[in-house]
């Protein structure tokens, strides 16, 4: 296990249609991140687990957006019902403890084009 | 929110040593600086995290005043595969969510 593994690398959806991004995380990390990234700006925070528990969420994250952690293994962000403005990066990280100080890995992302 | 400011760019050349500051005025005690590098059309890597004084890797070093309100990313020795968006961060790093700026594009030129 090298890293955070993410698929699909791209996507390209109509609007309105469903897509789910899937992230696998270092194996023995219990912390799991998900955030966002539009051109020209640093990544936001979308939402975080600890082991299978999601502990926080963006309110970037409406309704239509909807992230899981069966089993506290892989992740996986599903987006209903696809809008344009949804087009952007989407990264994964995760990270060891829960102290402070602990060093996240980020995945190379899924682009996704809403088109 | 732990809102960072860095210059928007900085260019230099290959073999400088480039310097990076950041401010964060509202660091809080139990805050680690962290600061990430990010290549286009990846994720962002961690480079270096201190808490205070100066900590030094073998890529980078961070030197932090003892007011803890600003610190300075040292990149040596520039070279172009330098080239690249650097985020400045403060809070618990893995323990809680990450809160990025827009960082600084650095450019470097041969």
């Known amino acids: 296990d090298t890293g955070v593994s993410q698929d699909p690398r791209h996507k390209i959806t109509k609007r309105g249609q469903n897509v789910t991004f899937r992230c696998d995380p270092i194996?023995?990390?219990?912390?799991l991140y998900w955030y966002r990234q539009t051109l020209g700006q640093g990544p936001e925070f979308l939402t975080y687990?600890?082991?299978?528990?999601?502990?926080?969420k963006s309110r970037l994250l409406s309704d239509r957006f909807s992230a899981e952690r069966p089993k506290g293994s892989f992740s996986t962000l599903e987006i209903q019902r696809t809008e344009q403005g949804d087009s952007a990066m989407y990264l994964c990280?995760?990270?060891?403890?829960?102290?402070?100080?602990?060093?996240?890995?980020f995945g190379q992302g899924t682009r996704l084009t809403v088109v | 929110l732990a809102k960072t400011t860095q210059p928007i760019s900085m260019d230099s050349y290959e073999g400088q040593e480039v310097n990076i500051t950041c401010s964060h005025n509202?660091?809080?005690?139990?805050?680690?600086i962290t600061w990430y590098q990010q290549f286009p059309s990846q994720g962002p890597r961690f480079i270096i995290q201190?808490?205070?004084t100066k900590v030094t890797n073998e890529v980078a070093s961070l030197f932090i005043p003892a007011d803890r309100k600003s610190s300075t990313l040292s990149l040596p020795r520039v070279s172009l595969s330098d080239t690249a968006v650097y985020y400045c961060?403060?809070?618990?790093?893995?323990?809680?969510?990450?809160?990025f700026g827009t960082g600084t594009q650095l450019k470097v030129e041969l």
């Open positions: 201190g808490y205070k």
């Open positions: 509202n660091i809080a005690t139990n805050d680690y």
């Open positions: 194996s023995e990390h219990n912390r």
């Open positions: 990280a995760s990270s060891q403890g829960s102290g402070a100080g602990a060093e996240a890995f």
């Open positions: 687990f600890q082991n299978e528990a999601q502990l926080e």
């Open positions: 961060l403060w809070g618990t790093g893995g323990g809680n969510k990450l809160t």
